[in-house]
């Protein structure tokens, strides 16, 4: 990880070190000159477009969030403009594991893919960059009731229960969007990874919390329509970043579906285009939508259900007990009690107890290195909760329980917050279950019991991720970094001097001359020229010119299927120019 820049930004600077390990420098020089024009083609199209189909807030809040049209944003720009409105953004390598994706938005920071597209993919990319992220996500942000919406989901999405199928998805639509990026990728290599993310989606078996959550994430912030369903507008950043999808997706052929917790039930495709869209009549739906799901959740439930999920995702979780003690680690078992509910939990592997996110003292993973058990329940002809009873250091104690499970010893320590016990430490312990089985002995040394009348919630992740994790989840390949051959740098020195001769209103006599160069050595390209076509178009000089390289792209686009819409949206906003200082 590139050292910590917090960007002046307060949102940046409040991120734990769990989530500062996926931050990676901008790097803003390694963008090239075609990357700036990528950029300003994308965003000139999306001004001119976008402006009758987007949400209102959309072309105000591109100036909210530190973007314009001509040149990639950097990113304490980005950072200067977005706390003003409570917000920060980073940026990182492509794809980041969803749970940690979805903290990064509870704490009110975007996450910004520091690539950008190629070229050859400059209508859509299946990976993230900078363009989706960016002016994708952020304009919307502007909006007061949205940027809420995505604060809150990220603070539910990072409670998800998720499985290692999960990751396993993760991990190949992350390689196969990496792949795709590559200028020459093998096309068998393409195939094997498609099959591989095809694999891992028809067998992921039960959706995890975290596999529906993500549903809603992409019906919503990802491709969401908002409106009526005869005339939608668009807020989906999947949508707003991609100048084909942008056009296609209003088309009658695209099923327009009212958004309801029924959208859970839809998977999508990341690396195609969705066959329907849902549209919300107002923002406010969303969250409403949210908290029907949210009510299911194991964090909200909590029970024997919750331990259940927690169980079934063999991951780091959190159990947390009516006292407001958190025990955090593996769940491997539980007992129930007659009536189903939780009577001793068990977790194999370092566990830690924390109370409000933050660990204990003296009860981490360096002291409970082999796992932690404790029941659960009421005592048996008590009326008073545990939690609520007077426990004093040095006396012998008999607990018994209405589940059968029993705890003897001698009281070396209690640990309270809030008027309440949350931790009883025995010496000379023994805890039996109701057949008499020996759950802990005294020659096991000090028994650590937790305190609490029920299990109020169980989420994903360590209750104190800073002192658990000293590293979370890393992606296992990195995303690829071109190694730019002589002739294409060739190619960067001329959208250069196109760029400066735009820019600076000066070197207009040897536009001819890099076409020339263009003609002569980069025949593929069709951006420079409809660049340099742009300038004498509105400087409205060299008509010969003009007409030599129109012909050309036409030509080009005749022959070349794939770039017609491309050219033709160019030809439409050289006579049609956006104004560069509407954002």
Same mark, same amino acid.
């Given at each position: ?9 307060p ?11 996926y ?15 990528v950029?300003? +083609?994308v =965003?000139?199209?999306n001004y ?5 189909v987007?949400? +209102? ?70 990976a ?23 604060s ?5 999405g990072?409670?998800a ?37 095809a ?5 992921m ?9 993500s549903?809603l ?13 005869e ?56 969250v ?24 079934e995702?063999?991951?780091?979780c959190?159990?947390? +007990?009516?006292?407001?003690l958190?025990?955090?680690?593996t ?18 592997g ?38 609520y009873? +007077? ?5 012998? =104690? ?9 705890v003897?010893g ?18 000379d312990?023994?805890v ?17 019991m ?29 995303t690829?970094h071109?190694?730019h ?15 400066r ?9 040897r ?9 002569l ?15 004498l ?8 010119l ?7 792209l ?13 050219i033709?949206?160019?030809?439409y906003?050289?006579?049609h ?7």
């Amino acid at each position: 990880m590139d050292s910590f820049n917090d960007f002046n930004n307060p949102q940046v600077s409040a991120l734990p070190k769990h989530l500062r390990q996926y931050i990676v420098g901008q790097h803003y020089e390694h963008y090239t000159p075609i990357d700036q024009a990528v950029w300003r +083609y994308v =965003m000139r199209q999306n001004y001119s477009y976008l402006k009758d189909v987007a949400y +209102y807030p959309y072309i105000p809040g591109l100036e909210k969030a530190g973007l314009t049209i001509e040149h990639i944003p950097h990113l304490q720009e980005m950072n200067d403009a977005l706390g003003k409105i409570d917000w920060g953004a980073v940026t990182v390598d492509g794809f980041i594991p969803p749970a940690a994706f979805m903290e990064y938005q509870a704490y009110r920071v975007l996450v910004i893919a520091a690539d950008i597209r190629q070229l050859k993919h400059i209508e859509y990319t299946p990976a993230p960059d900078i363009i989706h992220e960016s002016a994708g996500h952020a304009p919307i942000i502007a909006d007061s009731d949205y940027q809420r919406y995505l604060s809150y989901f990220g603070s539910i999405g990072a409670k998800a229960m998720f499985s290692a199928q999960d990751y396993e998805l993760y991990e190949a639509i992350r390689a196969l969007s990496i792949l795709k990026e590559m200028p020459d990728a093998d096309p068998d290599e393409i195939k094997k990874a498609e099959d591989q993310v095809a694999y891992c989606q028809q067998n992921m078996g039960e959706p995890s919390e975290m596999a529906l959550l993500s549903r809603l994430h992409w019906w919503t912030v990802e491709y969401g329509l908002i409106g009526t369903l005869e005339n939608p507008k668009i807020y989906g950043a999947g949508l707003l970043s991609s100048i084909g999808e942008s056009v296609t997706c209003m088309k009658p052929e695209v099923k327009k579906l009212w958004y309801t917790s029924e959208a859970v039930n839809y998977p999508y495709d990341i690396t195609r285009p969705q066959q329907q869209l849902f549209v919300t009549p107002c923002f406010q739906n969303l969250v409403d939508v949210l908290e029907q799901f949210a009510d299911k959740m194991a964090f909200r439930v909590g029970g024997a259900y919750g331990l259940q999920k927690a169980i079934e995702s063999n991951n780091t979780c959190t159990v947390v +007990y009516s006292s407001g003690l958190q025990v955090s680690g593996t769940l491997t078992n539980f007992l129930k009690d007659d009536k189903g509910q939780p009577a001793f939990i068990n977790l194999q592997g370092p566990a830690a107890l924390a109370y409000s996110g933050k660990q204990l003292d003296g009860h981490g993973k360096d002291y409970h290195t082999d796992g932690y058990s404790s029941p659960v329940g009421k005592l048996n002809g008590v009326s008073t909760p545990l939690e609520y009873l +007077y426990i004093k250091e040095g006396e012998l =104690m008999a607990l018994h329980f209405e589940s059968g499970i029993s705890v003897m010893g001698r009281v070396i320590g209690v640990i309270r917050e809030n008027n309440r016990n949350l931790l009883i430490s025995f010496t000379d312990c023994t805890v039996l279950n109701r057949k008499g089985t020996h759950l802990f002995e005294p020659a096991w040394g000090v028994y650590d019991m937790a305190v609490g009348e029920s299990i109020v919630s169980v989420y994903s992740g360590a209750a104190d991720k800073n002192t658990f994790e000293e590293t979370g989840y890393r992606p296992r390949i990195s995303t690829y970094h071109p190694i730019h051959s002589e002739k294409t740098r060739q190619l960067h020195r001329l959208y250069q001097r196109v760029r400066r001769c735009r820019e600076e209103n000066f070197g207009h006599e040897r536009l001819a001359y890099t076409w020339e160069q263009l003609k002569l050595q980069h025949r593929d390209d069709w951006l420079c020229p409809l660049e340099i076509l742009e300038i004498l178009s509105a400087k409205n000089i060299e008509p010969e010119l003009v007409k030599e390289i129109t012909a050309y792209l036409a030509d080009k686009a005749q022959k070349q299927p794939e770039l017609k819409k491309l050219i033709g949206d160019g030809f439409y906003l050289i006579k049609h120019p956006v104004e560069q200082t509407a954002v």
